[in-house]
T-cell receptor, first 116, second 118 residues
Framework: AQTVTQSQPEMSVQEAETVTLSCTYD???????LFWYKQPPSRQMILVIR??????QNATENRFSVNFQKAAKSFSLKISDSQLGDAAMYFC?????????????FGKGTKLSVKP | DTEVTQTPKHLVMGMTNKKSLKCEQH?????MYWYKQKAKKPPELMFV???????INESVPSRFSPECPNSSLLNLHLHALQPEDSALYLC?????????????????FGPGTRLTVL
């Protein structure tokens, strides 16, 4: 069975600085998707970024980028130029490629605080 | 329209009450999901509907009864709940990924219903 581990329960960053959130996963599959979701205090889960395992190039979305290390089964999220609105719970999630229902496996989350 | 809506936002109910949660999406997605989320925990999958048919039930107690009346709507009927069922209930939907056979793409989540059982 696949598992997702986020080893940092809480992180803090100064506004305008850069922070990296860690995620590791375990799977025997060779093709899969990885996601980072953000859940602010408003509760809505928002997709931040997505990575297909078959792509070697790391995904980027504006200030958000990932460091995907397939051999190491590592998928970290880097937030550049942190803003107050980035404060939220961040969940790393895994999904098998070709899974019929697209079920997500979540990590336990990292709570990110942004200091002004 | 690229959003999933959920009603109500908050719900307080007694253990003998019957209530329903509603979820709606108009993105043409054919998979819809119910999750339960406790404070400071990740979402836990409860049910998955694929093409309006229940495809996954993660051993959820029968006091939770899902219903998918059409491709845009997903309901969760609640009856005889326990205080430990108090949680945030999230709905999500996803579209079939055209590049993979039978696979669904990333999930879009609604804002959730905060349920309190007294």
């Amino acid at each position: 069975a696949q598992t997702v581990t986020q080893s940092q329960p809480e992180m803090s960053v100064q506004e305008a600085e850069t922070v990296t959130l860690s995620c590791t996963y375990d799977t025997s599959e060779s093709d899969y998707y990885l996601f980072w979701y953000k859940q602010p205090p408003s509760r809505q889960m928002i997709l931040v970024i997505r990575q297909e395992a078959y792509k070697q190039q790391n995904a980027t979305e504006n200030r958000f980028s990932v460091n995907f290390q397939k051999a190491a089964k590592s998928f970290s999220l880097k937030i550049s130029d942190s803003q107050l609105g980035d404060a939220a719970m961040y969940f790393c999630a895994y999904r098998n490629y070709g899974g019929s229902q697209g079920n997500l496996i979540f990590g336990k989350g990292t709570k990110l605080s942004v200091k002004p | 329209d690229t959003e999933v809506t959920q009603t109500p936002k908050h719900l307080v109910m007694g253990m003998t009450n019957k209530k329903s949660l509603k979820c709606e999406q108009h993105m043409g997605h054919r998979a819809m999901y119910w999750y339960k989320q406790k404070a400071k925990k990740p979402p836990e999958l409860m049910f998955v509907y694929s093409y309006e048919k229940l495809s996954i039930n993660e051993s959820v107690p029968s006091r939770f009864s899902p219903e998918c009346p059409n491709s845009s709507l997903l309901n969760l009927h609640l009856h005889a709940l326990q205080p430990e069922d108090s949680a945030l209930y999230l709905c999500a939907s996803s579209q079939r990924d055209r590049t993979t056979s039978g696979s669904y793409n990333e999930q879009f989540f609604g804002p959730g219903t905060r349920l309190t059982v007294l």
